[in-house]
């Protein structure tokens, strides 16, 4: 029988979905339980059908899991933010564990093993990088999941206090001087986002704030209400962005106190970052996986590395530290010249960075002669694309070293990598985002 809406059930979860909400079967059909856990029994009523697939709620717990914990946001559920807050760390960890496991085994139909997941250290206040919706009110929080509906949030737990206290003088300053804020809708108002980057090495912030306009009304009691709440304050941008879409940094960006970048260290190596420089959010993190792709990598000193989808640099050069020559590869010209900069900044000569897309940089360099005895790959959620598989495999390294954001797209990349020449011989998870649903991996990869 097809299951209806608002029927009422009694099921057990038997796992999660990839966003952590539960998972239940009534007569061999997959239900979605939102926020229900592994192993509970509850009452639940149905929301949604497909002729595949139902989502529902929970209505009342019957037999709550033990690692079931109050979630400390009072925004949690709307907020498509966090998606762990209900559960212990524990259980968490164990899920996303699992979640590896699962896709290297079905999707990718692998049988590699995978070492045991790096924990955070801290699971709150830990991201480097908060991009903030604004809205009339003046409100400023996240969007609620799968919509551009803003829920209004004055601390999130996963952001940094900092960023929290120039949201809150964001706010101050538009309710002051009555600034409107952009509508979606009708295409009017002022201001967009605000972007937060906080210097985990020093402190230090710099704040961009996004707005459909070239200047801004009472611009100079915007720095005062900035420097007020956020004395660690040494960058403040605007950036003009006036275009249709989701894309938030985009557009001219222009200093209007402070310094042009901010600076951070990851690794011993200091990194200058552009308001649209890629660099890890949780920086504590970030070098767990990048020591864990080095011990992949492992360099005597002899060896040419490849870094494709290079960004700012970063993998490249710590990797240059250990290697005869590094060579970045990044499609987006300005972390190319941030990548630059910041080779001369830490006295880095032997690494050199080229402007192209994966696929074409492969081939241009093999046509250079290059022969790397090491690929980095560090490619976006969709993964690699197979002219990017073709010339990684014409190149012929004796080791690939595959950092990755997705598990799905990971493992149906190392299942093409594996009917070629190379064995994907271990994938280390890393927690790099605690209490959301992303789990970042790094796989060592070498020819058989």
């Known amino acids: 029988m097809p299951l209806v809406k608002n029927e009422l059930h009694t099921v057990t979860i038997n796992g999660y979905t990839s966003e952590g909400d539960g998972v239940a079967r009534i007569d061999g059909q997959a239900v979605f339980v939102k926020q229900a856990m592994d192993g509970e029994v509850c009452k639940i009523r149905i929301l949604r059908t497909t002729k595949t697939v139902a989502w529902a709620k929970i209505e009342s717990l ?27 760390y524990e259980e968490e960890l164990r899920h996303k564990q699992q979640r590896v496991t699962d896709a290297l085994e079905r999707v990718g139909g692998l049988e ?15 991201r480097n990088k908060a991009i903030f919706a604004v809205g009339n009110g003046p409100i400023t929080g ?15 737990i996963i952001q940094t206090e900092s960023a929290n206290r120039a949201a809150s003088a964001l706010r101050e300053w538009m309710a002051d001087y009555k600034i409107s804020a952009y509508d979606e809708e009708t295409l009017q108002g002022l201001i967009r986002h605000l972007f937060v980057r906080t210097a985990t090495s020093s ?9 459909t306009a070239t200047s801004l009304p009472k611009l100079d009691k915007l720095i005062e209400a900035i420097h007020y709440h956020c004395p660690e304050a040494v960058s403040i941008i605007l950036c003009t962005n006036s275009e249709k879409g989701n894309v938030v940094l985009q557009g001219v960006f222009r200093t209007v106190w402070g310094e042009d970048y901010l600076a951070d260290i990851l690794l011993g190596l200091q990194f200058q970052l552009s308001p649209r420089s890629f660099f890890q959010i949780n920086q504590p993190q970030a070098e767990c996986l990048y020591e ?6 492992n360099l005597t000193g002899s060896e040419i590395v490849l870094d494709l989808y290079c960004g700012t640099g970063t993998i490249t050069l710590i990797m240059a530290k250990d290697a005869k020559q590094a ?39 093999y046509n ?20 990017v598989i073709s010339q990684i495999v014409k190149m012929s390294p004796e080791r690939i070293v595959y950092i990755s954001c997705d598990p799905a797209t990971l493992a149906r990349d190392l299942k093409l990598l594996d009917e070629e020449d190379y064995k994907t011989n271990e994938v280390t998870p890393v927690d790099m985002f605690p209490r959301c649903a992303h789990v970042e991996c790094v796989a060592l990869i070498e020819r058989k």
């Open 292 to 297: 864990k792709a080095c011990g992949y990598a």
């Open 62 to 88: 019957i037999t709550p899991s033990p690692h079931r914990i109050t979630p400390n946001c009072s925004a949690y559920g709307p907020c498509g933010g966090c998606n762990f807050l209900h559960m212990t």
């Open 368 to 387: 250079r002669g290059i022969r790397p005895d090491v690929i980095v790959v560090d490619p976006p959620r969709k993964g690699l694309s197979n002219d």
């Open 112 to 126: 590699t093993e995978v070492a045991q997941i790096l924990a955070a250290n801290q699971i709150e206040q830990y």
């Open 142 to 156: 996240f969007y609620r999941r799968r919509s551009h509906r803003i829920i209004p949030i004055t601390s999130c």
């Open 203 to 211: 402190g230090d912030i710099a704040v961009c704030i996004i707005a």
């Open 327 to 365: 060579i970045g590869a990044e499609i987006v010209a300005s972390a190319v010249q941030d990548a630059r900069e910041n080779a001369k900044r830490n006295d880095i000569k032997n690494a050199e960075f080229i402007i192209a897309d994966a696929a074409k940089a492969a081939e241009e360099l």
